[in-house]
């Protein structure tokens, strides 16, 4: 019942007020938008069609390939201007009954100094393409001070748990890019070494084109960053303070020519992170039963330096060459202290004891790239190859010291643990992407991934003599995976219609080995993952959609280590070498309705998933309890997403969204059945206000509805998040002032019951966090910033 309240005012949040009645029919305005200098397409240009006045009439964004229809144009005389950042604007007359068919329109790079910068309504914006959503990031408040992290929460059905996991539509089992290539900072939680304002959009990618990887069950989350368009010297420099202890410093410098962009971004980072978890317990039966009580209290600290160099050699208009260099070393140190209070016959105490753990961390994650770009005389032709190479090292070692404090004061044997790991990961592609008519074209690819990890654990007890083995924990693990993939598509496109079919293919080879011989595992699996994608305009700026695709999700390197920490007496998490991927089936038909100042976003979506994982939770024979990942037989999941972005005046920007789906989960694990049936629910509004002097405010509401499965029960959480920024300094700086999870209401509460025993949690890992920033710019436009090399085939 409750989650169908939730459901109810999700449903009267997204909907902010009458519906708007559909504009007149117009014409329609046609052509195609190219850089002056290169002829490459210009994507995600904005176009504007205004009267004598300069009132908007209508307007929409050109495609990947830079082409752009815009419907319902008054017949009278009118203006068309497009703009991107970097690039002058450029304006067309639009005479009154002529055919609106402006074939190329070249955009020239601003080189001229701003003078002055006139803040106007802009907002973020969707676009529904033929394989992917885009959200344009805009001038969010909430986003600016923090991290990637942050951007993800603001995004439609994407949620970042505190430790850093993404999930989309409830999901995790989601790929996350940046720039189309894999990185390091998205395979181990990374993602707030990446400053919010450098990133451009996302793309939430569904159901992925043959284009891309398989990976990931729920889809694809393509997080894209800003390029420097701009000719000279620029920079800008981030300056950021925070309670608890958060500070920051990014500065960034970037120089472009007629031949060269080369740039340069460094980031510093200090952090402090309050965590408090409680834990109540009861085992065994009747007269038996033992009550545990356990309350934890964490901080932990992170400093942090990335550096990223690199540039674009621009042969000729046609060829560029690219090189970048990544390092991003991090050192953590974390204190936690546990007590357990037992007793056997509640609320009497019948023994306390008492754990304090220090920990000290080093990783160093590195990443080189190179990029071949060669664009062609016909139009639209391209062809790429990247070169990808990670290689990255962790050291991390915990100092445990346990005591009774009652019924007697005992110091018992302290324990250490250390673990090493390494990991040396190459990544070699090419795409090509041939036309066959202006409406028709091909693409194709081969890919080829290989990566080395290995991971060395132990764990020692103190002795009177020295220390020893604790219970035979002393491993290496060696971990090797081989992953050979190739792709074709074929697309086309009318004035209406577009349909996009591919198939790809991919070889997996999967070694794990291990010093002792325990975990010896090899499997070698083929599959083919069809692609379908199709996309209808119909009526004034309407586009429905409906797309298939077959996706696979490998389980993660972590998932897979069988090691564990032993911070906790009373609970470890465990990997599981035997785990295998589980394979998914997804269809979705989406629908996307622009009025002048209302974009609705509903679709549906229905999944089924074979194989899939899910955590299972059981009781050791020392009565330790272990939370390890296990196959179950399928899953199958049907949604309904919402988003609704309103934008009734210049000064108010409102957007929600909701995603409601149930699922049914079957399959069997030590003679324990998992069948389970539920629903469950996820939802956001947020405000933001154009104030006067320069002002912006935003506040957001999230809600995550019940989380359940056959072991456990989830309850509902709500938090707020607020922000406040100003532009200054003759609009070369900006201040910005924000809080997250403001009532500290951010926090899990679970339940979890099995045979004999069942417990209650409380998990509050992050509290409240209030941070100030100040950015300086140098030759930029306000919200342009310093990035990164040319774009591949991928992005």
């Given amino acids: 019942m409750k989650t169908w309240l939730y459901f109810c005012l999700c449903v009267l949040l997204s909907w902010p007020g009458q519906a708007q009645q559909p504009a007149a029919p117009g014409r329609t305005l046609t052509g195609k938008v190219v850089d002056q200098h290169s002829g490459a397409p210009a994507p995600y240009v904005t176009v504007n069609v205004k009267n004598a006045a300069d009132q908007l009439l209508t307007g929409g964004i050109s495609d990947e390939q830079g082409g752009f229809r815009v419907e319902g144009v008054p017949a009278e005389a009118a203006v068309v201007e497009f703009r991107f950042m970097g690039y002058q604007v450029v304006s067309r007359a639009l005479p009154a009954g002529s055919k609106l068919e402006l074939g190329l329109v070249l955009l020239t790079p601003d080189v001229t100094q701003l003078g002055e910068v006139t803040v106007t309504g802009e907002k973020s914006g969707i676009t529904l393409q033929l394989d992917k959503k885009v959200f344009e990031v805009g001038k969010d408040v909430l986003s600016q001070n923090g991290s990637a992290n942050d951007v993800l929460n603001g995004v439609p059905s994407v949620a970042v748990s505190p430790a850093g996991g993404v999930s989309l539509r409830g999901n995790s089992n989601v790929t996350v890019l940046i720039n189309g290539r894999r990185s390091g900072l998205t395979q181990s939680n990374s993602l707030d070494q990446i400053p919010a304002d450098q990133i451009e959009r996302v793309e939430v990618i569904t159901n992925p084109s043959a284009r ?78 033992t009550s545990l009580q356990q309350r934890q209290r964490e901080n932990r600290h992170d400093d942090g330096q990335v550096l990223y160099v690199g540039g674009d050699f621009f042969v000729n208009e046609r060829t560029t060459l690219t090189a970048a260099f990544l390092k991003n070393a991090t050192k953590d140190h974390d204190k936690t202290e546990l007590t357990y209070q037992y007793a056997l016959q509640a609320p009497t105490t019948d023994s306390t004891l008492q754990r304090s753990g220090e920990s000290w961390e080093r990783r160093s994650y590195n990443q080189l790239e190179l990029n071949y770009t060669q664009l062609f005389a016909q139009p639209n032709r391209k062809f790429t190859a990247d070169l990808q190479y990670d290689f990255w090292n962790s050291e991390k070692d915990w100092n445990l010291a346990t005591r009774s404090i009652q019924p007697t004061v005992v110091g018992l044997p302290g324990i250490r643990t250390r673990s090493v790991g390494a990991s040396q990961d190459l990544l070699l592609q090419t795409d090509l992407v041939q036309p066959l008519t202006e409406q028709r074209k091909v693409e194709a690819g081969l890919k080829m991934e290989t990566r080395r990890v290995s991971s060395d654990f132990r764990a020692e007890e103190q002795q009177a003599a020295g220390w020893r083995t604790f219970q035979g924990i002393d491993n290496d693990l060696q971990y090797q995976e081989l992953i050979s993939s190739a792709y074709a598509q074929f697309g086309s496109k009318s ?122 939770v059981y009781r050791s024979a020392a009565g330790i309890f272990i939370s390890t990942p296990v196959n179950l037989a399928h899953e199958t999941r049907r949604g309904l997403e919402v988003s609704v972005l309103y934008n009734p005046a210049k000064w108010l920007l409102v957007n929600s969204e909701l995603n409601f789906f149930t699922f049914r989960q079957a399959g069997r694990f030590n003679e324990q059945d998992f069948t389970f049936a539920g629903q469950s629910l996820t939802g956001r509004i947020s405000t933001q206000l154009k104030l006067p002097a320069k002002l912006s405010a935003q506040a957001r509401y999230n809600l995550v509805g019940p989380q359940n499965n056959a072991q456990s029960r989830t309850r509902a959480i709500q938090y707020v998040d607020a922000g406040l920024s100003k532009i200054v300094l003759h609009d070369k700086a900006t201040v910005v002032l924000d809080a997250n999870n403001i009532f500290n209401s951010n926090q899990t509460r679970t339940h979890t019951s099995g045979v004999n025993y069942e417990f209650s949690q409380v998990s509050r890992p992050n509290a409240a966090r209030y941070r100030l920033s100040f950015v300086y710019r140098f030759n930029l436009k306000d919200g342009q910033t310093i990035r990164q090399a040319r774009g591949s085939n991928r992005q």
């Fill in 212 to 289: 891309y990887d398989a990976a990931g069950s729920a889809g694809i989350l393509n997080i894209v960053l800003k390029k420097n368009k701009k000719a000279g010297l620029g920079g800008q420099v981030r300056l950021v303070s925070g309670i608890p202890n958060d500070y920051r410093a990014t500065p960034s410098l970037t120089y472009r020519s007629d031949k060269f962009n080369v740039f340069a971004t460094a980031g510093l980072r200090y952090s402090d992170y309050l965590g408090r978890y409680q834990t109540d317990q009861v085992t065994g039966s009747g007269g038996a039963r």
């Fill in 495 to 616: 004035k209406k219609l577009a349909y996009l079919v591919g198939l790809r293919t991919e070889l997996t080879r999967i070694s794990i080995t291990d010093r002792k011989g325990a975990y010896t595992a090899r499997k070698q699996y083929t599959r083919l993952f069809p692609t379908l994608n199709l996309s209808y305009a119909f009526g004034e700026s309407s586009t429905v959609q409906l797309n298939y695709s077959k996706r696979i999700n490998r389980p993660s390197i972590w998932m897979l280590f069988p090691f564990n920490e032993l911070t906790d007496l009373n609970a470890q998490q465990t990997g599981n070498p035997d785990l295998n991927p589980s394979y998914g089936h997804v269809v979705e038909l989406g629908f996307l309705r622009n009025w002048p100042t209302l974009t609705l976003n509903p679709s549906v979506y229905f999944q089924r998933t074979t194989d899939f994982i899910q955590t299972y």
